[in-house]
């Protein structure tokens, strides 16, 4: 059965700090690896990753694949309060597309 | 341009009764998939539908189905509702699907609640 698991399901830092997310996967007919940011309702889109190795960047925001040991990394760099929310990985795999439960971030001022 | 738009924003529905949800995708979008958010079981997919064709279900009952207009509106609806089926359904539109597309982008979502 195909699956994502995402670690830690929540994490409290303080401003400033960088924080690393992790999304495991197992799925059959991988295609890609999603990353949405979902503050209030609807998930914003963060990042697209379909080869390994290279990372993709957005401000202080960054992820990169490894499609040997089947993780993704998030990492979040001079974190703020803004950035307080629940990130949601989520891997299509053939024509399905199956989301982690998400990380639960919340900075502290 | 106008993002993708759900309605209605909340709705209160009794057990037994039946619902209707509506997803309008960003124009030009031809992809429409359905998503069931709880705080236990995370986000779970529904089904997508592309020019008016589902395309794949996830596993829901047959009480949950769905249909796709030609102008790409999509309407989801959930019969002889359950308390278990509060959540918040989000609709997620994409120009095409298929490898190389750049993920969905979502709507607001229908708070439903089922007492």
């Known amino acids: 059965e195909d699956k994502v698991v995402q670690s830690p399901l929540s994490l409290v830092v303080h401003e400033g700090d960088t924080v690393t997310l992790n999304c495991s996967y197992e799925?059959?007919?991988?295609?890609?690896l999603l990353w949405y940011k979902q503050e209030k309702k609807a998930p914003t889109f963060l990042f697209m990753l379909?080869?390994?190795?290279i990372e993709k960047k957005s401000g202080r925001l960054s992820s990169i694949l490894d499609k040997k040991e089947l993780f993704s990394i998030l990492n979040i760099t001079a974190t703020q309060t803004g950035d307080s929310a629940v990130y949601l990985c989520?891997?299509?795999?053939?024509?399905?597309?199956?989301f982690g439960k998400g990380t639960r971030l919340h900075i502290l001022p | 341009k106008a993002g993708v738009t759900q309605t209605p924003r909340y709705l209160i529905k009794t057990r037994g009764q039946q619902v209707t949800l509506s997803c309008s995708p960003i124009s030009g979008h031809r992809s429409v998939s359905w998503y069931q958010q709880t705080p236990g079981q995370g986000l779970q997919f529904l089904f997508e539908?592309?020019?008016?064709?589902?395309?794949n279900k996830g596993n829901f009952p047959g009480r949950f189905s769905g249909r796709q207009f030609s102008n790409s509106r999509s309407e989801m609806n959930v019969s002889t509702l359950e308390l278990g089926d509060s959540a918040l359904y989000l609709c997620a539109s994409s120009y095409q699907v298929g490898p190389g597309y750049y993920g969905y982008t979502f709507g607001s979502g229908t708070r439903l609640t089922v007492v």
């Open positions: 989520a891997v299509e795999a053939g024509d399905k597309i199956i």
């Open positions: 799925v059959t007919n991988f295609r890609s």
């Open positions: 379909t080869s390994s190795g």
């Open positions: 539908y592309f020019s008016e064709t589902q395309r």
